[in-house]
């Protein structure tokens, strides 16, 4: 056997070596919420409630480099009151609207595998989807005599391809629990005309198995 022959397997030995001794799987969970009052109509606060939750489960499978699937489900109701100086009506309006978005990423950790603190990076694609509604009554603002529905045209659920990207760190208590915390990035509907950017950060648990 040449030398450079009984070299690459060596390298290759070492490799899988190593790749079997540093694997092992993440599993993640994490959410944020926040609620914004923007005032008040006639004594009645104006809100807006944005709530975000999420899971992975990651494989390590060589040195710093991890596979990721991950799951998302955000969720925001927006409530406001609106007087109209038109017909002198009360408005009182609820819109809802919720996205879930499957992805798939590859996360790259920037310090030694048994490192407490672990900043990283990460990117990929998924497939979001989405809907929303809205809701609301109306009311005569001088004789209050009792609220009447609003009608609103029904927004068709929709699906598009997604992608994101993020930095975040991972904070060891324990050997196999982190505290996680991230930034995140999602651009969705990359295969229709308009594309839209979403902003979040959140904070969770990561545990090693």
Request: no cysteine; charged share 20%; aromatic share 14%.
């Amino acid at each position: 056997m040449s030398s450079k022959l009984r070299l690459l397997i060596a390298l290759l030995v070492a490799f899988v070596g190593g790749s079997a001794q540093a694997a092992y799987f993440e599993l993640s969970a994490n959410g944020a919420y926040s609620k914004y009052t923007n005032g008040k109509t006639l004594g009645e606060l104006n809100t807006e409630t944005t709530q975000r939750m999420g899971a992975g489960l990651a494989y390590n499978f060589f040195g710093n480099i991890l596979f990721e699937f991950k799951f998302s489900n955000q969720k925001k109701l927006d409530r406001y009151t609106q007087l109209s100086l038109g017909d002198g009506n009360i408005y009182r309006i609820k819109r809802t609207s919720e996205f879930n978005n499957y992805g798939f990423n590859l996360v790259l950790e920037f310090a030694p595998r048994k490192a407490q603190f672990r900043p990283y990076i990460s990117g990929g694609i998924g497939y979001m989807k989405r809907k929303e509604s809205t809701t609301g009554t109306y009311e005569d603002s001088v004789l209050r005599d009792g609220e009447t529905a609003l009608s609103f045209q029904s927004v068709p659920s929709s699906s598009s391809i997604s992608a994101d990207g993020g930095i975040g760190f991972k904070l060891f208590i324990v050997e196999r629990l982190a505290i996680e915390g991230s930034f995140n990035v999602l651009a969705t509907d990359l295969d229709k005309k308009d594309v839209y950017l979403h902003y979040s950060g959140s904070g969770g648990l990561r545990f090693i198995f």
